[in-house]
């Protein structure tokens, strides 16, 4: 297993004293974790595919790929902080990108990763409890969405750090786990909403055409955008200039930063720290209480047709 799943297996881990009382089994969770995380190391991505097509060669360390990537995109978000000349205007920038890259790197990994049930086959005829596994599967989705998280905001983070002081990064560092609550029901919103739409055996297909869109949005903004605003526009650009930003969920997170570092905040940025703080977690509150139960029956259906293909 890889040095960073190690690292967040430890991690996770380090809860052992709360699941126990919860009725967990140590030892099978911490087995089906390492077993998960292994395969993590081993499931192809874009590039393995493509390298494979050429030498077929077992798989390894797709972690960290996959952190490498997220590293190098959050690069890209930097793009932000060049935008406008004021902070609210700067983290609205870096927290659209922040969440539709992560929406667009979460949307193909529900299935596969995030809500596997394939491993159901082999877990459910073993001796082992129901909330073993329930917790099993929580903790997995809690470390692949830090292996994304993590390498993504770190180059903002350093940024805000060196500009802004440490100080800085203590409201930004709940915010980005906000931020990532809020992309998560994002994720389950459009997922409820293509099953609601069409069948489980079209529903690949539609994610593909999905991610194809995304790719081409986030080529044609960093093609077209910095024509189109130009240098001058650049500097002057501010997003408090407008009405209706109140409407962008980037906006409220953006705010919330500015509100809870004690600075000159208007009344739409009081009004978006209350949203930024109050609706990720209620929303993922919905999203457990009421979508969450068809929701993985039909994912268990998309799983299902996949492997009859």
Not at 102 to 114: E, G, N, Q
Request: aromatic share 12%.
């Amino acid at each position: 297993m890889h040095i960073f799943n190690r690292f967040f297996l430890s991690v996770a881990m380090l809860g052992k004293p709360l699941y126990q009382r919860l009725g967990v089994h140590i030892p099978h969770l911490e087995a089906i974790l390492r077993i998960k995380l292994t395969m993590d190391d081993r499931r192809p991505t874009t590039v393995h595919q493509t390298q494979r097509n050429k030498k077929d060669k077992p798989i390894s360390g797709a972690t960290l790929g996959t952190m490498l990537i997220s590293t190098i995109l959050g690069c890209m978000f930097l793009f932000g902080f060049a935008i406008g000349n004021d902070m609210v205007t700067h983290l609205t920038v870096f927290f659209t990108m922040f969440i539709f890259m992560l929406a667009s790197t979460l949307i193909s990994d529900f299935t596969s990763v995030l809500i596997d049930v394939r491993d159901n086959y082999i877990i459910m005829p073993k001796p082992v409890s129901d909330i073993t596994v329930v917790t099993a599967r929580l903790l997995h989705i809690f470390i692949h969405v830090c292996k994304l998280v993590l390498p993504m905001s770190l180059p903002g983070l350093i940024y805000i750090g060196i500009t802004q002081g440490i100080l800085a990064l203590v409201p930004m560092l709940p915010l980005l786990l906000l931020a990532t609550l809020f992309t998560i029901f994002l994720i389950n919103a459009i997922y409820i909403f293509i099953l609601k739409v069409t069948t489980p055996q079209k529903f690949q297909g539609i994610i593909s055409w999905i991610q194809i869109v995304f790719a081409i949005l986030i080529y044609a903004a960093y093609q077209v955008l910095p024509r189109l605003i130009g240098n001058d526009g650049f500097e002057k650009f501010n997003v408090n200039s407008y009405t209706g930003i109140i409407a962008a969920p980037s906006y409220w997170f953006a705010a919330a930063w500015q509100v809870l570092m004690g600075l000159t905040a208007t009344t739409n940025m009081y009004v978006g720290t209350a949203m930024a703080l109050v609706l990720p977690p209620f929303l993922m509150w919905i999203v457990a209480k009421f979508l969450a139960p068809s929701f993985n029956r039909k994912l268990s259906m998309i799983s299902g047709s996949g492997g009859d293909g």
